[in-house]
């Protein structure tokens, strides 16, 4: 099942990854031009879903971050949404980069970086690496964003920072926010803010 914020998997992507030629992907994120690299980016997405282990050899998370970087809003929101599909692990050097980018003009890069976060913070590192770039208030702010993907990222996330301790006491004072959310038209929203509260109100 393709995780959030994805496209379906390309057909063609289990034959990229079986013929190793993931690594040769990764270099041309470099040089090509940017209508290119927006395709590689798509590809890559797609490639990671099937199996991430040539990309972590290829250490595509560096030329990742650059791509965060990118001037062009399409560039950044396809980096950012390429590290969803990328597995947990070696992504604490972008955690920054995804949290400035949770304030990025264009709502759907920032329901991407809400995305990767979820998925960066899975780990203990990713957590505390989360908490001390101040990714709370931001993702906060995404909770009232117009796009459901963002929001329900944004819970998501926070809910994998409210298993930290320094989290939890952060968002105990905003469980009123997500009791609103609760209360959401969308079944998928309902249920994240209902983890989120009870991940939040968890003692010891």
């Known amino acids: 099942m393709p995780r959030e914020g994805l496209l379906p998997a390309m057909p063609r992507a289990k034959g990229i990854v079986n013929s190793g030629l993931i690594p040769s992907l990764v270099r041309k994120l470099h040089r090509e031009e940017e209508s290119i690299q927006e395709i590689l980016l798509d590809t890559l997405a797609a490639c990671l879903q099937e199996d991430a282990t040539e990309a972590l050899n290829?250490?595509?998370?560096?030329?990742?971050?650059?791509?965060?970087?990118?001037?062009?809003?399409?560039?950044?929101?396809?980096?950012?949404?390429?590290?969803?599909?990328?597995?947990?692990?070696?992504?604490?050097?972008?955690?920054?980069?995804?949290?400035?980018?949770?304030?990025?003009?264009?709502?759907?890069?920032?329901?991407?970086?809400a995305g990767a976060l979820m998925y960066a913070t899975v780990t203990t590192e990713g957590k505390y690496a989360a908490l001390d770039a101040e990714a709370i208030h931001p993702l906060l702010g995404l909770l009232v964003s117009s796009l459901q993907k963002a929001r329900l990222n944004a819970i998501k996330a926070l809910t994998m920072l409210a298993e930290a301790p320094e989290g939890r006491k952060i968002l105990k004072a905003h469980v009123h926010t997500f009791r609103v959310l609760e209360a959401e038209p969308g079944e998928a929203v309902q249920r994240a803010a209902e983890v989120a509260i009870k991940v939040i109100e968890w003692k010891p």
């Open 58 to 113: 290829s250490r595509v998370v560096p030329f990742l971050k650059e791509k965060l970087l990118s001037p062009n809003e399409i560039i950044r929101c396809k980096a950012a949404r390429t590290l969803i599909a990328h597995p947990s692990g070696g992504q604490e050097a972008v955690i920054p980069i995804l949290v400035h980018l949770l304030r990025d003009p264009v709502e759907e890069v920032q329901a991407n970086a």
